[in-house]
């Protein structure tokens, strides 16, 4: 008797779980449909026109034109390059200041914190304008390495690649560093005095012990800058005064000046496939779910 | 000197081997942060050129954007635009952060194989590339008329700020003990009252922080804008984008510098609610 009342509470409470789970499932809901109107009806749209040519029809001339056209692969190349450069440069100085920050004490460490999040949180466009007005002719720049008699005249740094990329190296560095930091404090530094005491040099232990645990950290936050640079638009169309067009600004002028959503499209599905790739590496190297709980 | 000698590593480097670092450090942080203050004092020069330092002073350029309505076929109407940002951005935080609390609480509850599949998608707003977003979405706004208008703008500004307020609350809840509710609701409060009197007053900092940053998102967001806003309805950094592209006009310095004021009066909000941590 009582085992078939044990059954009974058991189907009951499976039933009630079954239900709970539902109302949990239900108040995601609104966000799913979000998600799914906004951006998975949108771009699936836009991977239809990309297969729509100029005469209505189906035809993969949008694609053919990407390979065939040299403007467009200018343009793949400008994409690349400045992403790769940005990346590489980001690199080599977020490094050395997140492994000085996981050096110091918490205090410290939060107090250089500070420096990187003000950045981090000023607006883009702000930080974009800024570099603008350092960068010009008669700009800061300029001026202080005019006085200091290093240059004889005004050299050009802004509206070209240089500008492009002091921009936005300033404005990705703060995505390279937080992940690579928080990957680098919660390294057991017992590993480290392990190393030394067993005879390695500090040079030694730094490649063979702390380098390689900083790895994760390091490749989640290139991955991050690099993909964020792919699709960057506003900082080379004000720092690279139309001499550097990346793949997001053709998005845009192709619609905006051209009409043309069949061009568009095409590109933009490219940009997302490339970036779908490298998120999907990304997350098999880190788990991506570690950003979301930091 | 013999602090040079002070060891600073587990690996008992010197300082003095260690300098180098420290003074590498010292100037990136000095790089990361001043260069965007140079257009405060830009901000106050009377000089329609922008050099440094200003030769004069003058309020010119904070007049020309809080009376760009007087200016009889004025390039920019900066107020109108600026108004039509706060207006976004509060009814930003309105829709965006009670949908993704919602759904934050559903993710922490759900079993780990439904919120594997979740994740990825309440992200996604922040892995497609943006300039693809905003053009799918022009694409949308079209068919329903929504071009140019404030609630057109509202949708998909919370569309780019929902993955940051699920990211905040997710958190905030993955530390809370869910048994207080079970707790409330064995003793007769219903599933709703159980969050309002137990949950939520202990991540309300949690949820005033997401407020905080929705806002933020909304405000400086540019690409969205630049396809959906129009008409009447521009927002402040679509203006100041569209300016800079054609010139370099200082009232654009005096708008940065209300602007930093603003972030960074935000950033130290956050912070301080940060410090004074959701206690669980």
Redesign the interface.
Known sequence: MSSTSDHLNQDGLKKLAARENLTFLGLTLPYLLMVAFLIVIPVGWLFYLSFIGRDGTFSFENYERMITSRSYMRIFITTFKISILTTIICTLIGYPLAYFMSQLSRKWANICMVGVLIPFWTSLLVRTYAWLVLLQKKGLLNNIALDLGLISEPIKIVHNTTGTLIGMVHIMLPFLILPLYANMRAIDKDCLKAASSLGATPTRAFWTVFFPLSLPGLFAGLLIVFVLCLGFYVTPAILGGGRVIMAAMKISSNIELYFSWGAASALGVVLLVVTAIILYIASKLVSLDQFGNK | MSFLNKN??????RLK?RLW??I??FI??F???V?????IP?SFSASQ????PPQEWSLRWYENYFFSWKVENGFNDWMAATWTSIKVAVLTIFVAVP??T??A???V???SR?SKI????????M???????A??????FVQFKLVGSVLGLV??H??VA?PLV??IV??AL?NYDMNQEKVARSLGAG?FRAFREITLPQIKFSIISASLIAF?TS??E??IS??VAGGDNSTI?RS??LA??DQ?DPT??AI?TI??II??G??IVV?LLGNNKDQH
Do not use: C, H, W
């Not at chain 2, 600073?8 to 480097?13: A, C, D, N, P, Y």
């Open positions: 600073v590593s587990e690996t008992q480097i081997n670092l420290y590498f450090s990136t942080l790089l990361l942060i260069p965007s203050l140079v257009v830009m050129y922008l050099e440094f949908i993704g919602m759904a609480y559903g993710l509850n759900s079993s439904t979740l994740f990825p998608i309440f992200i996604s707003p892995m497609v590339p943006i300039i693809l977003v053009i799918g979405l022009f694409y949308f949708i998909g919370s569309l929902l699920l990211i997710f958190s993955k599933r933020l405000f400086d540019i690409i630049l396809f950094t100041m984008f800079l592209r370099i654009i310095a940065s602007l930093i972030s960074s935000l950033l912070q």
